[in-house]
């Protein structure tokens, strides 16, 4: 994939970044919204593309859905595109539905992001964002580090910093197939550890009560297909599958124990998610449909999902949630990581 093909929103051409590990695994990734544009594994002595993509940088800017691309000031969604701090309530940039999702429609996904730091094996981006950005009170600088370490893990490593409070919740919006193919992701296994997830409205706000997942089609505790209680509820037909957040253990909170766990179609491939947040939202790739493909094609309907660590959605407007504060406030440095461990099934 060459620069030479393509030039940015702000006129000028992508810089492409390499990352390899020993054991073979390479990552793609580019500065322009800190995306990660490729992830490739090594599977029975050949390499598998486990990453969706598309065939052309110039596509990556015009996609909508966010396609590797790392989200911020907030990921999620703010409903209202507003929240009350302090007495005031502040009023932010609304996307197009008139809440706020990942972070504004100049979100963190649509800007450059310069390169701090590269090894050959891990890359520093950072990002400075102005007071009143997106409706968002005060200055925050912020950086991330993609990583791969000598077994082919993944780890991403955020900081943040602000000069008034501010809620912050970054996270990486990559979407994976790890039969690394043009398949329906409903035939993946999956497990989260997780008791309760978040049910939302038809605009899919959360509702505001957690509810347990037994008995439910929300219910991964225990490894089963993703298509195997597909759309068997009402919260399920809302948003045409999953897209929602789930409250994880504390067990495996804080990088102590797997968060979630995914297994290949074919049952070759693994991948664990480790992370110091408390929430993880799974996105079964609903509105995949029309994005543009790695194979220069168009991508459909649930060829791909997305893990996203994170804060649980609307958590401005819900203090009362069991998770820290996602309020960052100065002098405080907002560090958290996510750790994607790929390995055989």
Not at 1 to 11: R, Y
Not at 93 to 100: E, I, N, Y
Not at 204 to 215: F, K, T, Y
Request: charge should be negative.
């Amino acid at each position: 994939m060459s620069c030479a093909e393509a030039l940015c929103p702000d006129g000028q051409p992508p810089r492409l970044i390499e990352l390899a590990a020993d054991c073979g695994t390479r990552l793609s990734l580019m500065d322009w919204g800190g995306t990660l544009l490729s992830c490739r594994v090594a599977v029975g002595g050949a390499e598998r593309e486990v990453l969706l993509g598309c065939a052309r940088l110039a596509d990556y800017f015009t996609q909508t859905a966010f396609l590797g691309a790392t989200i911020g000031r907030y990921a999620n969604r703010i409903g209202g595109a507003q929240f009350t701090h302090g007495g005031r309530t502040i009023a932010l940039t609304p996307t197009a539905d008139g809440h706020q999702l990942h972070g504004g429609p100049q979100g963190f996904d649509r800007r450059r992001w310069r390169i701090v730091q590269q090894q050959a094996n891990a890359v520093v981006l950072g990002i400075e964002s102005a007071a009143g950005d997106q409706g968002f009170p005060g200055k925050l600088s912020a950086t991330v580090r993609y990583r791969l370490d000598g077994e082919g893990r993944l780890g991403i490593d955020y900081t943040a910093k602000v000069d008034a409070p501010c809620p912050v919740n970054l996270t990486n919006h990559a979407y994976f197939n790890l039969d690394g193919a043009a398949t329906d992701i409903r035939q993946h296994r999956l497990q989260i550890h997780a008791q309760h997830y978040l049910p939302v409205d038809c605009e899919l706000i959360p509702l505001g009560q957690l509810q347990r997942v037994a008995g439910t089609g929300f219910d991964f505790s225990k490894a089963k297909l993703i298509g195997s209680d597909f759309l068997s509820d009402e919260q399920q037909r809302l948003a045409q599958g999953y897209d929602h957040a789930y409250l994880l253990d504390q067990q495996c909170r804080g990088m102590a124990g797997v968060a979630a766990t995914v297994v290949a179609g074919d049952g070759r491939l693994a991948m664990d998610v480790y992370t110091s947040k408390p929430a993880l939202q799974f996105y079964s790739g609903n509105f995949l449909a029309g994005v543009p493909a790695r194979d220069g094609g168009t991508y459909s309907a649930h060829q791909g999902f997305a893990l996203e660590t994170q804060f649980l959605p609307d958590s401005p407007n819900h203090p009362e949630w069991p998770q820290p504060d996602c309020w960052l406030y100065p002098g405080e440095t907002y560090q958290h990581s996510t750790v994607l461990a790929f390995r055989s099934a």
